[in-house]
């Protein structure tokens, strides 16, 4: 199984500040299948990234994912305030199709 | 518009069993795999379970291995969820959420999700 780790817990942050998220996994992550999730209070997940960098459809510019291997980033050039949410990510290369634990931005 | 709706969750005692269903629209439910993913009160998301598009391929966490059945069912557009022995662990938000890609897949729809309470 790979686990992964996301650092850090909590980013606190002001409104058009840059945001930097990372998630670690334990072994390699084939071909890069990860993805990044968006949850807000009493919302679903919404999909932001997937395949490590790649923007999903109908989400802003302002999010960018980088990385392959077992290290990857997800940033948010500019936080608006509706970006204030959990961040999850998620490897989708292997059964079982772990998730991160989460990192909680929120307002400074 | 693609739309997934769950139901069939509930208060249920340990030892109980619960079948969750999810309702598809808007896109070609046969073309595409499924998942059910779970969120504790308070915590994160957890896999549960993947079916490909023909029931072909199914996989199950082992938090679950052996107590739940996916299914689906291409002609009514739907997916289940078979709970056996259920848990106090087990309760949580059940989210289905579709499954997109090429080869290996992402989620890319999610329901709103279902609440399955295991509580005596």
């Known amino acids: 199984e790979i686990v992964l780790t996301q650092s850090p817990g909590t980013l606190s942050l002001s409104p058009g500040e840059r945001a930097t998220l990372s998630c670690r996994a334990s072994?390699?992550?084939?071909?890069?299948?990860l993805a990044w999730y968006q949850q807000k209070p009493g919302q679903a997940p919404r999909l932001l990234i997937y395949?490590?960098?790649s923007r999903a459809t109908g989400v802003p510019g302002r999010f960018s994912g980088s990385g392959s291997g077992t290290d990857f980033t997800l940033t948010i050039s500019r936080l608006e305030p509706e970006d204030f949410a959990v961040y999850y990510c998620?490897?989708?290369?292997?059964?079982?199709?772990?998730f991160g634990p989460g990192t909680k931005v929120d307002v400074k | 518009e693609v739309q997934l709706v769950e139901s069939g969750g509930g208060l249920v005692q340990p030892g109980g069993s619960l079948r969750l269903s999810c309702a598809a629209s808007g896109f070609t439910f046969s073309s595409y795999s499924m998942n059910w993913v779970r969120q504790a009160p308070g915590k994160g998301l957890e896999w549960v379970s993947y079916i490909s598009s023909t029931s072909s391929t199914i996989y199950y966490a082992d938090s679950v291995k052996g107590r739940f059945t996916i299914s689906r069912d291409n002609a009514k557009n739907s997916l289940d969820l078979q709970m056996n022995s259920l848990r106090v662990e087990d309760t949580a938000l059940y989210y289905c959420a579709r499954a997109n890609g090429s080869g290996r897949y992402y989620f890319d729809y999610w329901g709103q999700g279902t609440l399955v309470t295991v509580s005596s």
């Open positions: 998620q490897q989708y290369g292997s059964s079982p199709f772990t």
């Open positions: 072994q390699s992550v084939s071909s890069s299948y």
């Open positions: 395949g490590a960098s």
